[in-house]
């Protein structure tokens, strides 16, 4: 009898060999729907897929501050805080504290005089394109659960993130660029923020790291694209072998797909990566030429780059948002890390005519709270934040929601995270209830069981 002992078995090969098989059958009864859709999809996983209806965005460009900014010192004009302040707080926090007032002043911008904080004077020059939700809040006001909600509806169970959920929904427009991608990746949440947990590997965001300052090279230095082809070639013999015996193994056809874009994106990532073809121009208006705003400037850049290459989901990140103490200068840096190229972004997708079919989508994990902090902080607040949207269908110059000025907590217009993430899946064309993937027994969605689209804010 051949030995066995020391070979690995699935749950799978468990079933098939324990109570005469009759485990498996079960499995195999319950799974052959699911089978079938993921063979059928393994033929291109990334393939074009209809709509559920007429969509308004083509792609989607998230711009997560890690952290949790304040809302009192970016896009949530207050003016009860300031009269409340220095007093004590009703119920605004488990210890109680002083109110403390905006560090910064607010102007109203543009036809529509939306206030928004002096530290985004650039921005400003937009007012009359943002739709800020001045409700939103969610469940968490701890960093790492709050960021993996953030991104993928659910801080209990792994799920997988909400530009996987994009990428299965509606496949990519080129097939020689990865869906999804995230660039400089932050926050706490770690890969599971781009991740695609029981969704099939290819659906995974792909990251990009520039934060040194350089572009990646993906081009292999060793092998010439010939001798790759018949390397890969053998390898993907073998994987596609081990699968036909598997029948069904998402892990393996993940790593099919992926090493086949990784050979096509050889030839057309190096030229759409080199931003030095860019315009003197373009590249002062980003800002690279400034060492405060070259890093937020470059993904700024990439991302406008990827959306005209068809990419469908992009994520850029500025970390450092989680102000305790210090709060008037250490907001100052971020924002002006921030300020100069996303306005560029939206000057730049709109000279372009990609502003009407982007879905831009601005905010951390969470806010703070009206309480001080340390004398000139504030704490966590998840209760009561803002994030804007701009874009793709979005009313702009509007504020949507408000927060109570002694509390912090949301109290008009709320606008729960499950409702934002509906909301971004409306508007590329998916009914985030019908946009569902079977695993375990169960039909998963983005937003569990939640979520209404916030009508209200759309054009």
Request: proline share 4%.
């Amino acid at each position: 009898m051949e030995n066995r002992t020391n070979q690995n078995f699935s749950r799978r090969d468990l079933l098939k060999m324990s109570s005469c098989g009759f485990g498996y059958l079960a499995l195999a009864g319950l799974a052959t729907g699911q089978a079938a859709a993921e063979t059928k999809a393994f033929l291109n996983p990334l393939a074009v897929k209809a709509p559920h209806h007429t969509p308004r965005a083509k792609r989607v460009i998230f711009m997560f501050m890690a952290g949790g900014p304040s809302q009192h010192e970016t896009f949530d004009y207050n003016p009860e805080l300031e009269t409340a302040a220095g007093k004590e707080a009703s119920g605004g926090g488990r210890r109680g504290g002083v109110l403390l007032p905006s560090a910064y002043k607010f102007t109203r911008g543009g036809e529509s005089g939306l206030p928004i904080s002096e530290a985004f004077p650039n921005l400003q020059q937009h007012a009359d394109s943002l739709c800020l939700l001045n409700g939103m809040h969610t469940d968490s006001a701890a960093h790492p659960q709050a960021q993996i909600m953030l991104h993928t509806g659910s801080f209990t169970f792994v799920r997988p993130s909400i530009g996987a959920w994009v990428l299965y929904g509606l496949g990519t427009e080129n097939e020689n660029l990865p869906g999804f991608v995230t660039i400089n990746p932050g926050g706490l949440g770690g890969t599971q923020n781009y991740g695609s947990a029981f969704l099939p590997a290819s659906y995974q965001g792909t990251m990009v790291q520039t934060a040194d300052g350089t572009i990646p090279n993906v081009q292999n230095k060793v092998l010439d694209m010939d001798a790759q082809r018949r390397q890969l070639d053998f390898v993907q013999n073998l994987n596609r072998d081990y699968l036909r015996r598997a029948q069904v193994d998402n892990e393996v056809e993940g790593v099919i797909q992926a090493y086949e874009l990784a050979f096509r994106m050889q030839s057309s990532v190096p030229d759409l990566m080199d931003i030095e073809k860019e315009p003197a121009s373009v590249k002062e208006m980003y800002g690279l030429n400034d060492p405060a705003t070259r890093i937020f400037g470059t993904q700024c850049l990439l991302a406008r780059r990827l959306a005209e290459s068809g990419v469908r989901f992009i994520e850029i990140a500025n970390d450092g948002w989680d102000h305790h103490n210090n709060l008037k200068a250490r907001m100052a840096a971020n924002c002006r890390q921030i300020d100069k190229p996303m306005a560029a972004l939206m000057t730049d997708l709109k000279r372009r005519g990609l502003f009407d079919d982007t879905l831009l989508v601005w905010g951390g994990e969470f806010g703070r709270t009206p309480i001080g902090q340390n004398g000139d902080g504030r704490q966590h607040n998840s209760r009561g934040y803002t994030m804007w949207l701009a874009g793709a269908g979005v009313k702009g110059g509007i504020r949507f929601g408000a927060s109570d000025a002694s509390t912090g907590a949301a109290v008009s217009d709320k606008v729960h995270l499950h409702d934002l993430h509906a909301t971004i899946l409306h508007q590329l064309g998916l009914n985030h209830e019908r946009l569902t993937y079977r695993y375990a027994g169960r039909d998963f969605r983005l937003t569990d069981v939640f979520g209404r689209v916030v009508k209200e804010i759309l054009a």
